[in-house]
């Protein structure tokens, strides 16, 4: 079970990614981030996308760390 890949999110901040997992742009680069743990910006605003670097904390970024009610969006691979 330490293989798998979890992701949490931080109310008004980042979404933390851990574990085994792959990053790839929509055009289908691989993005190394050199670590097992990252947190994503969910704000749209850093400067370093897709990763993280505090700006939600600048420009009040608010989202809460629970899910909304409802289904997920299916995505087709």
């Known amino acids: 079970m330490d293989n798998v890949a979890?992701?949490?999110?931080?109310?008004?901040?980042?979404?933390?990614?851990?574990?085994?997992?792959?990053?790839?742009?929509?055009?289908?680069?691989?993005?190394?981030?050199g670590r097992r743990t990252v947190a994503l910006c969910r704000c749209g605003r850093s400067a370093v996308k897709p990763f993280c670097d505090g700006t939600h904390k600048v420009v009040g970024f608010q989202a809460p760390s629970a899910p909304a009610s409802?289904?997920?969006?299916?995505?087709?691979?």
């Open 6 to 33: 979890s992701i949490t999110p931080c109310e008004d901040g980042p979404l933390l990614l851990r574990g085994d997992f792959t990053l790839v742009t929509q055009d289908g680069e691989v993005i190394d981030p």
């Open 70 to 77: 409802g289904r997920p969006l299916a995505i087709d691979d």
